[in-house]
């Protein structure tokens, strides 16, 4: 069973905004905290318990893999605020508040869109690993691939008598949500290394190509890049 504790400065106030939360005493509060009344939040996510809090070090500094000002655009472009209509844009809060009811086992997932060499460098606590390869057909994803992911990693349904031909057949034509099933769907909150990164964009504009409900997808904008910034826990596999 996932179950998280949120540690506050102010319990009273933020259980308002978080019901479901443990709260423990003030005598938690941290030097560095993540708002004014939110300490850090722990939680348990299939089978794997996290913390996420800020670096208590006030003289850390952001890693070397994130110090660079300038890479290379194309491809390394700065990405709009909004990625698609109806996608929503998450900052960290909303990320954290995600996990929070991710691990409470509401049906979110989490989704580290990055290839397995940046993700080794860490991601954040309770975050999947789907590269973004795998959902892309121009690096080599095929329908049957991307259909695997979407049923086993994301919940959807292929609709009765829909298969991979169907399915290409209605992506060519500009509508395939025809051919799942969403009901059951998760709500896929996306990021990659920031906003210079186009890949967890590149996820979730395939994912609309196949008809997945753009409410229920969602985009960390900031992605590794603001979380490293802000000096909030990371995980390595």
């Known amino acids: 069973m996932n179950i998280h504790r949120l540690i506050t400065a102010s319990a009273a106030a933020l259980a308002l905004s978080l019901p479901s939360a443990t709260f423990a ?40 893999d994130f110090a660079k000002t300038s890479r290379k655009c194309p491809p390394f472009c700065i990405q709009p605020a909004s990625v698609a209509p109806g996608v929503e844009t998450l900052g960290e809060l909303e990320v954290i508040d995600s996990i929070r009811k991710m691990a409470d086992g509401e049906n979110i997932l989490v989704v580290d869109s990055r290839t397995p060499d940046w993700v080794a460098k860490g991601t954040i606590p309770g975050a999947k690993n ?8 121009s690096k080599g994803a095929t329908t049957e691939g ?16 829909a298969d991979a031909f169907t399915v290409d ?18 709500t896929l909150v ?25 409410e229920k997808l969602k985009w960390y904008r900031g992605g590794m890049q603001d979380w490293e910034i802000l000096g909030l826990s990371t995980v390595k596999p």
């Not at 991307?146 to 919940?155: A, K, L, P």
């Open 130 to 137: 789907i590269p973004w390869t795998k959902l892309n057909p």
């Open 169 to 186: 057949e209605a992506v060519a034509q500009g509508d395939a949500s025809g051919q799942f099933d969403y009901s059951g769907a998760k």
């Open 25 to 64: 005493d003030n005598d938690d509060k941290l030097a560095v905290g993540i708002t004014r009344d939110m300490q850090k939040l722990e939680f348990t996510h299939d089978g794997k318990t996290h913390t996420i809090m800020r670096n208590q070090d006030q003289k850390n500094t952001i890693s070397e």
């Open 190 to 214: 996306m990021f990659c290394n920031g906003m210079w990164c186009g890949q967890s964009p590149n996820n979730i504009l395939n994912l609309l190509k196949f008809g997945y409900p753009a």
């Open 146 to 161: 991307i259909i695997e992911v979407m049923t086993q990693e994301f919940g959807a349904k292929l609709a009765e008598g």
